[in-house]
């Protein structure tokens, strides 16, 4: 099992720039997560995908964060337009089940704005 | 408010000596409970979790947790460090959706 597969590893960016990152779940996983993790706030959780559709949104900080799942293998956060207070690690986890299985996270993605 | 306290922000143990990780968490019901260990520059890795039965939690490492409805406790123990054990830790909360609440976390330092 490779586990959750999350790319790039690290992003520098300038601000303005659109960012894009990547998430591959555990195969059969029905459900995907987003968090973001900073020294100031923690691990927070951005959004939640079930079976593909998003459950809650309600972590996106702003407009300017959009995800997307098209299908059960692969999920983006995009960041448009990236700012400096956008620099954190952005994680992804999946799960088999809500409420009765655990998270498995990714490696996470460490992202740069100047 | 739902809320999980971890309230040693640093740690620092000595290669060989016994660890104890405090984790409290405020919760109406007996929630599922877990406990992360991240790795500088890597992503959370599972040590153990307790979802029901036996109070006494084995996990991967040696690590073990123990939880006490009483204290609204879950604190993870390891009787004898390793260096590579140096890492943050994390505890975290699923009250039975898929908001996990976790931890500030825990930064454990290990002297040679």
């Known amino acids: 099992d490779a586990g959750v597969i999350q790319s790039p590893r690290h992003e520098v960016t300038e601000m303005g720039q659109e960012v894009t990152l990547r998430c591959k779940p555990i195969s059969g996983h029905n459900s995907l997560f987003w968090y973001r993790q900073t020294m100031m706030r923690g691990l927070e959780l951005l959004i939640y995908f079930n079976n593909n559709v998003p459950i809650d949104d309600s972590g996106m900080p702003e407009d300017r964060f959009s995800a997307k799942m098209p299908n059960a293998s692969f999920s983006t956060l995009k960041i448009q337009p990236s700012e400096p207070r956008d620099s954190a690690v952005y994680f992804c986890?999946?799960?088999?089940?809500?409420?009765?299985?655990?998270?498995?996270f990714g490696p996470g993605t460490r992202l740069t704005v100047l | 408010a739902q809320s999980v306290t971890q309230p040693d922000i640093h740690i620092t143990v000595s290669e060989g000596a016994s660890l104890e990780l405090r984790c409290n968490y405020s919760?109406?019901?007996?929630?599922?409970l877990f406990w992360y260990v991240q790795s500088p520059g890597q992503g959370l890795q599972l040590l153990l979790k307790y979802f029901s039965g036996d109070t006494l939690v084995q996990g991967i490492k040696g690590f073990e947790a123990e939880f006490k409805r009483s204290q609204s406790s879950f604190n993870l123990r390891k009787p004898s460090v390793h260096w590579s054990d140096a890492a943050e830790y994390f505890c975290?909360?699923?009250?039975?959706?898929?908001?996990?609440?976790f931890g500030t976390g825990t930064r454990l330092k290990v002297l040679a």
């Open positions: 986890a999946s799960t088999l089940a809500v409420g009765t299985d655990t998270q498995y």
């Open positions: 975290a909360v699923d009250p039975g959706t898929y908001k996990y609440i």
């Open positions: 919760y109406g019901a007996t929630p599922y």
